[in-house]
Structure formats: C-alpha cells, structure tokens
C-alpha cells in the first residue's frame, strides 16, 4: 500500500511538507542546516513523534556536513521538543553508530554514515507504520464483521503527516479503506493547535469518510454509541504500558472506559520508552499562552497528558498487538 511522505532527501538537504501552512496551502521547504531542523521540530513544521525523530535524525547529518560537532548537534536537536521519546531514540541510535565509527572513519566517511543511518530510520519508520496498518486491521475487521461498519474515534493527527508514511492512529483506517470495509473517522478538532484538521485534511485527500467534531462532543458521541473504538497515537509509553499524547487524550480514553468502547494506541516500538517506569516521569512539554488566544491572565498549556495503562485495551506495534502488560515481549 503506498502513502504519500513527508521527508525526503534532496541534493543534500532534506525537505519537509510544511504543517503550520496545512491546511491551506501545500508547501514544501528544505532544510539545509542544523538550525534548519532544529527550527522546524520547534515551531512545528514537522511534528508528531516518528517524523520529530526522522528528522532530528537527518538534523544530525545536516550538522556533520556544516562540520560541527556531534556534541553540539545533539544537544541543539534534544533541547527542541521534550515529550516524544522518538527524538531521545533517533539522537541515540545516531551517535552510538557515529561514535563506534570514530576510530576507523574519516570525517567523509562519517558524514556519509549518518546520511545513511538517518534513511535507515525513515525507512524503518515506513515499514513499521505499514505493519501497525495490518495489525490494527484484524481489529476493525472483527467490529465490521459484526456490525457491517466501522466507527473509529481518533485525536490529534497520527496519520502519515506525524511519521514517514502511512501513521499510526490511522494506518489500520487506510488499510481498512483498501481492504474494502465501511469504515467512518469521527475527528476529533484537538485544541488547542486544531491537529484534527490535519487529520480531516489527509482523510479527505484519501477520500476516508469522516466527520470533525469538538473535543469536547467525545463523550456524548461514545455515550451514544456512535463510536466503536478509539485509536489514538503515542509520544511516549512508560514500560508499564502508561501512555503520553496530545492533550485531551485522557478525557477520551475516560469516557471510553466509561461506555464500554476498547481504547487502542498505535505506535512503533521507538515510541516506547523502556527506559521510564511509569507516566510520572514523562516530561510533558508546556507551551505558550499564544497558542490558547489569553494575554496576561494566568494559563496553563500543557501540549501532551498520560492515559493511564488500565484505561488502554491494546498497544497495536509492528510486533502485533499487546496489552500494556505485555509490553516487554515487544522489547527489541
Ligand atoms: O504536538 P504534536 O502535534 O507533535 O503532537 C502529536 C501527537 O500527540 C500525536 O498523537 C503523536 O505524536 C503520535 S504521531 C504518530
């Protein structure tokens, strides 16, 4: 199945479709430096967790071929965005493989190496999404076997724009449009950033039947039963299973629980953070009071919560699907 991408290399730079300026206009933008990426992790030109990795990733080799060093580079690239564990992942998997190369590698040959482990990491990314697709079908093919229709809720965009290709949240919806079944997408808006435009954009360009909503309509639709299941993306799993993602994903998985309807997460396995027992200790980043339209009045703006482990039915990976307790036997 093909999915359009959202990172590319150029002659030497890399290009990205530019978010802030979706959906209104279609633009694609190199980056050409470290500042280049750095910048557009930061301000969102790029976001969600696998495609802030890819190319916190291809910011590393951006930075090799201005000839700066790794320490630099690395620091600049981590202190972009702090909750997607994808970013700490690639920055890692990048410098193990250039500081194993130290010894035996000229400078050339080491710029060459982290343009081929950052391609490395797009692929993957590719191919993990895909996988996730398939998996996530075999549930949405079991509710349509059912019922005779599919309706997913979804939050934020965890589509093919926050990854390589294909996304996560809704790799199975593609995979469930190709294999034929009657799937509908509730959308969920996602204040305060509106991501679930981003989402009704990519689903209207496949032409998946969908419908956006107000975040806060989540419960009464499920109430309702309107909603069938709820599959959602991830920025960072704690190893219990705990799961952080765009704010407001609490709330749904709440209700969900509430009315019966299974919660699902869809991510790669770079998203889980093995390393992090539980959701207390997942940084959750704050942004500007900008975003939330206030001025001088006191405001919070937390981008991301934690969904705690037991409101979560299934954590769908490339390695199948498993419950917040199996998690370790998806451990690379
Ligand atoms: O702040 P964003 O837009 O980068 O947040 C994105 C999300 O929360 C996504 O749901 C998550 O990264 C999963 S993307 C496949």
Redesign the pocket.
Known sequence: MNSPRTIVENNGAVVILDQTRLPQETAFVPLKTLADAAHAIRV?QV????L?GATAAYGVALGLAEGLALEVILKTLAAT?PT?VNLNWALERMARVLQESAQAADANERRALAWQEARAIAREDEAANAAIGQHGLTLLAEIASRKGRVEVMT????GWL??VAH???LAPIYAAQVAGLAVHVWVSETRP?N?GLLTAWELGQAGVPHTFMVDNAAGLLMMQGRVDCVI????RIAANGDTA??IGTYLKALAAKAHGVPFYVA?PLS?IDFACPDGTHIPIEERAAAEVGVGSMAFANP??DVTPANLIAGIITERGIVSADQLASVKP
């Open positions: 969102m976001r969600g967790a696998p802030i965005r997607a939050h934020c965009n965890a926050a990854t996304g996560t949240a950033r991501q959602v993306g991830a920025d993602n765009k991510a998203t981008a991301f």
